[in-house]
C-alpha cells in the first residue's frame, strides 16, 4: 500500500470517526433535553403541590377556598387578603404551566387543557372574577392574560 492510499484510508477513517462523535454527541443533547424537561415536569409539580397541600392539609384554608370564592361568608380584611394570596399563588402557578406551554417544554394544549380548565373553576366565582379583574392587570404578562381570558370565554360557551 502506497503512501497516498494509507493517507485516503486515514481520511476515511477520520470521517467516520466525525461522524461517530455527531451522532454521539447528538444523542447526549437528546438525553440531556430529555432530563431538563423532566426537571421542568417536577418544578411544576412542586409549585402546584404548595398550593395543593395548603388547601388539603389546612381546613381553615379550604373553609377559605370554598365559602369564600362563593361569597357564602363575609370576609374581613384579613381573609380577603388571604383569598386573594391563595388566587395569586394559583394564578402563579397557572403562569408557569403556560409559560413552560409557551417555550415548547409542554406539549401545545397543556395549558388549556389543565390548569387553565381548573382557572376557569376559580375564577367563574363571584370574587374570582371580581379578583381576576383587578390582579390581571398588575404582574401578569399581557399574553398570558389574554390566554386565560380566552380559556375564560370558550368555557363559557
Known amino acids: ?43 411544576t409539580m412542586a409549585q402546584w403541590t404548595v398550593v395543593r397541600q395548603a388547601i388539603a392539609t389546612n381546613r381553615d384554608i379550604a373553609e377559605l377556598m370554598t365559602a369564600g370564592l362563593r361569597g357564602e361568608s363575609t370576609l374581613d380584611a384579613a381573609d380577603q387578603l388571604r383569598l386573594e394570596q391563595m388566587l395569586q399563588e394559583y394564578a402563579w402557578a397557572s403562569f408557569h404551566i403556560w409559560d413552560r406551554t409557551q417555550r415548547g417544554v409542554f406539549p401545545k394544549g397543556t395549558f388549556e387543557a389543565t390548569s387553565g380548565v381548573m382557572m376557569c373553576d376559580l375564577l367563574r366565582t363571584a370574587r374570582g372574577s371580581a379578583w381576576w379583574a383587578s390582579a390581571k392587570n398588575k404582574g401578569f404578562i399581557p399574553a398570558f392574560v389574554a390566554d386565560v381570558d380566552a380559556v375564560l370565554a370558550k368555557d363559557a360557551a
Not at 11 to 30: D, H, N, P, T, Y
Request: aromatic letters at 2%; hydrophobic letters at 55%; glycine letters at 6%.
Open 1 to 43: 500500500m502506497s503512501l497516498a492510499q494509507l493517507a485516503d484510508l486515514a481520511q476515511v477513517v477520520g470521517a467516520l470517526g466525525l461522524i461517530l462523535s455527531l451522532l454521539f454527541v447528538g444523542l447526549q443533547i437528546k438525553h440531556n433535553t430529555a432530563a431538563l424537561q423532566r426537571n421542568e415536569h417536577n418544578s
